[in-house]
Structure formats: structure tokens, C-alpha cells
């Protein structure tokens, strides 16, 4: 098992890694609009997606895998009122290789965000 820290997105701000890997798969923690630097990103869920996917793809660098080989996204929304500009800006992400995916309201994310997405992905 090896433990996946990068100081290309925000540190955990509790008790767990950024990611895992094991066996050739990447486990991401959640990843919400922070900075690397710890800033929550303001704006609509558009401009907090973008920043969610900066996070995950310093991640999934770091861990030896990219967007392209993430077999599984789930995402958590505060508001599926936004879903339509969500896939917006996942598509720009994820336009040619299209994952497994979940999304799910929830009624609150951690420091409020509006937007927390997680992954699992094959390590290359």
C-alpha cells in the first residue's frame, strides 16, 4: 500500500490521505474546490468543478495515473439544480474516456463547498 501525498492539491483537513494505491488501483480521497494553498474557491459550480478537477488531476499525477485511466467517478453535489452545468465541465474532462460515474445531492459538503468528486483509477 502506498500512501499518495502531493503538495499540487489541498491537504487533507482531517484524518486521511489524499489517495491510496494498492495494487495497481488509485483510491482518491474526495477532492473539493480548495486551492493547493488551502483557499476555497468562490463562484458558481462551475468555477468549483474546475478547480475539483485541478485537485484530481494533481492526485492522480502523483499516484501514477491520470483522468484517462480512471475506471470510476462518484460525485456529490449540493444541489442537482446544477447538475447540467456539472456535466458541462466534466465532459471538458472526461470528452473521449467516460468512467463509470454516480452522482448524489447531498444537503452538505465539507467548508460548504458545492462540489466534491472522488475516483479510482488503474495506477499505469
Do not use: C, W
Not at 13 to 40: K, R
Not at 60 to 80: D, P
Amino acid at each position: 500500500m502506498k500512501i499518495v501525498q502531493t503538495n499540487g492539491a489541498p491537504a487533507a483537513i482531517g484524518p486521511y490521505s489524499q489517495g491510496i494505491v494498492v495494487n495497481n488501483m488509485f483510491y482518491s480521497s474526495g477532492q473539493i474546490p480548495l486551492t493547493p494553498e488551502g483557499n476555497m474557491v468562490e463562484g458558481d459550480i462551475t468555477a468549483q468543478a474546475h478547480q475539483v478537477f485541478k485537485n484530481l488531476q494533481a492526485v492522480l499525477e502523483e499516484a501514477g495515473a491520470s483522468l484517462n485511466t480512471v475506471v470510476k467517478a462518484t460525485v456529490f453535489i449540493k444541489n442537482m439544480d446544477d447538475f447540467v452545468l456539472l456535466n458541462e465541465v466534466y465532459q471538458e474532462y472526461f470528452s473521449q474516456h467516460k468512467p463509470a460515474r454516480s452522482t448524489v445531492e447531498v444537503s452538505r459538503l465539507p467548508k460548504d463547498a458545492l462540489v466534491e468528486i472522488e475516483v479510482v483509477a488503474l495506477v499505469k
